[in-house]
Each structure stands twice: as structure tokens, then as C-alpha cells.
């Protein structure tokens, strides 16, 4: 490995609250940390890193919180949970990651920045909200939320889920703090969630409520940074094609034009790997050498090519 390369990590919130956990503060230190050993074993090689994360189940519950206290304490907008998301996953993955370079001898701090990311006010994702977030609600709770105004979808046996738009990033606010924080060989955590969503209206910052898939912002954070590699690290030990089917199989290795294929034909679907692999092309087609999509157990294999699913132009 070269050792002046660059890249950014992209921790998939689902990497971080595993099935069938309650989401226990120990469970999620122990996770991020499991997560972020492997993490400072490639910043003592000399590796240089940026960090940005998801957060899946953790809004979930941050709304769940809400719900219940509702009677009690005002519910927040979306995009202030998303907010308190980066601060709460910051928090942990910061602790966490500067615990282990200490541990290793290194030099060398992480900084958490609470990042804006600007959508398009018209973008058409507002028409129609797509993405589910948040608890499952009976039909009569659903009823009350559809009057307030809330999009919202029965999915069969489980109940109502609330549904919110997934426009795409067009810029990180913050982007100018990252790249000095980022230049002066501190650790950058930035966008996570996907970035609080904000629109511009006569020079006036505004949030809105939806969510941006934390793929496609990391994309652009790896273009603006002038990353030379992107890893994203998810639940999944890699890129399958026939993913639902008995003969699915795994990709070691992916082109562009062979992961536009099959995202074409519809091996990749939106909201989980659809938007890997959108945001891997993007960042290639802007002048990125390589990206991964790996387990965070496997990050080390995977940048040497013997674990995950490398794609590259
Ligand atoms: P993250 O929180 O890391 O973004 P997602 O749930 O959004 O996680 O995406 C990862 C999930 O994508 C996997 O757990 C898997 O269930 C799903 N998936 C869908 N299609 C594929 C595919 N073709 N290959 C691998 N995983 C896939
Ligand atoms: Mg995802």
C-alpha cells in the first residue's frame, strides 16, 4: 500500500446497531469500537482518513424517543434528530477511535463536525417521499400522522411507517472546516447521516425535513477532499449478484461500466446497494482510483484486495 494514499471510510449506521440489539450504549461502544480497531490500524500504516457514517437505526430510535415524550417535551423536526445523530455517533466514534491511537502510540486526534448539506429545493425527490424512517404505527396512530401531513406507507403483518423524501446532496455547507481540519492531519467525522438537509432561499439556510442517503454525500465529501479511495462499510461482506436468489454470487472485483450494467439491471436496489454503487461511480467518474464495499471487520484484507468488492474505471 502506498503509504501517502488517501481515502474516506463511510460506516453504514447498520454496521453500528447490529439485528436483534437493543441499541444499549455498552453494545454501540463495543461495536464502534470493533469498528474503528481496524480504522486506526490503517492511520498507524500512514494511511491519511476521513470519516463519514450513517445512521439507520439510531434516528429510528431518536424518533421513537420522541414519540414517547411527545406529551411532555415538544418532538423536534427531522433534521434536528438527524442533528443529534451526528452528535450522539460523533461522539462515540470520536471517543473511541482517539482511545485506540493512543492505545497504538499515535500522535494523532479526530475531530467531529456537525455538517449542513444543501439539496435542491425543487429536487423531485419532494414530490414523493420514498424512504421509510422511524417505528412502526397502528392504523389508527397512522391515520392521525397522515391529517398532520406526513406521507406514510402499511407494509404488510408489521404496520404504518413514515415516509420522507431522499433528495440528493449538491453541497456540503461545511465543507471548507473539513478540508482545513482535514489538511492539518486531524481526523475528520463529517456528514453523518447523510448531512442535515438544508435548502437556500434568498441566502437563508432552511431545514428540511428528509433524509439524504449517506452514500451519495460521502461521494461528494471524497470528491472535495480529492480522495484517491472510498471505502464503504456495511452488514454485507460484499457486492452479490442475484442477492435474493439461491445463486447469488459475490463480486471480487467490479468496472464501471460492469456496475452500471447490472444496476441497470436491477441487481442493486435503491436505498441499500443501489446507492453504493451510484455513489461509487460518481466518485470514479470524478477522478477517484478505487472503491471498496466491505464489512469493518474485513477493512484491512479489503485494502489489500483479499476481502469485500473493489470497483474500479
Ligand atoms: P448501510 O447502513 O451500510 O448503508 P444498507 O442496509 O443501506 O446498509 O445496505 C446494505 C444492505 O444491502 C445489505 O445488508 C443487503 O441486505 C442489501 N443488498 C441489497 N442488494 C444487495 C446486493 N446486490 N449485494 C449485497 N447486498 C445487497
Ligand atoms: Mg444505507
Known amino acids: 500500500m502506498h503509504s501517502d494514499s488517501s481515502l474516506l471510510i463511510a460506516l453504514g449506521g447498520n454496521a453500528l446497531i447490529l439485528p436483534g440489539e437493543k441499541g444499549h450504549i455498552e453494545e454501540q461502544f463495543s461495536r464502534t469500537n470493533a469498528c474503528m480497531m481496524p480504522i486506526a490500524a490503517l492511520i498507524a500504516k500512514g494511511v491519511k482518513v476521513a470519516i463519514t457514517h450513517g445512521n439507520g437505526p439510531i434516528i429510528g430510535n431518536i424518533l421513537l424517543r420522541n414519540e414517547c415524550a411527545k406529551d411532555y417535551i415538544p418532538p423536534m423536526p427531522l433534521y434536528i434528530c438527524v442533528a443529534d445523530s451526528q452528535g450522539g455517533i460523533g461522539a462515540m466514534m470520536g471517543q473511541s477511535l482517539n482511545n485506540e491511537l493512543r492505545r497504538l502510540g499515535i500522535d494523532k486526534t479526530v475531530s ?39 406521507s406514510m406507507r402499511k407494509i404488510p403483518e408489521r404496520g404504518w411507517r413514515r415516509l420522507v423524501p431522499s433528495p440528493r446532496p449538491k453541497k456540503i455547507v461545511e465543507i471548507e472546516t473539513i ?28 431545514g428540511v425535513d428528509a ?27 460484499g457486492v452479490y449478484l442475484n442477492w435474493e436468489s439461491k445463486n447469488k454470487k459475490k463480486l471480487d472485483s467490479l468496472t464501471i461500466d460492469e456496475a452500471k450494467r ?52
Do not use: Q
Request: hydrophobic letters at 40%; a negative charge.
Open 211 to 237: 433524509v439524504i442517503d449517506k452514500d451519495l454525500s460521502a461521494s461528494l465529501l471524497a470528491c472535495e477532499l480529492s480522495l484517491e479511495r472510498f471505502v464503504i462499510l456495511t452488514d454485507v461482506d
Open 112 to 150: 467531529t463536525i456537525i455538517t449542513h448539506v444543501l439539496v435542491d429545493g425543487n429536487d423531485p425527490a419532494f414530490r414523493e417521499a420514498t424512504k421509510p424512517i422511524g417505528p412502526y404505527y397502528s392504523d389508527e396512530e397512522a391515520r392521525i400522522y397522515m391529517k398532520m401531513g406526513w
Open 262 to 313: 447490472y444496476l441497470f439491471e436491477g441487481h442493486f436496489p435503491p436505498g441499500s446497494m443501489g446507492p453504493k454503487i451510484e455513489a461509487a461511480i460518481e466518485f470514479l467518474e470524478s477522478g477517484g482510483k478505487d472503491v471498496m464495499i466491505a464489512r469493518p471487520e474485513d477493512l484491512i484484507e479489503a485494502m489489500d484486495g483479499r476481502a469485500g468488492t473493489r470497483i474500479t474505471s
Open 179 to 206: 478540508k482545513t481540519v482535514f489538511e492539518r492531519g486531524i481526523i475528520p467525522i463529517a456528514s453523518g447521516g447523510g448531512g442535515i438537509p438544508v435548502i437556500e432561499e434568498n441566502r437563508v439556510l432552511k
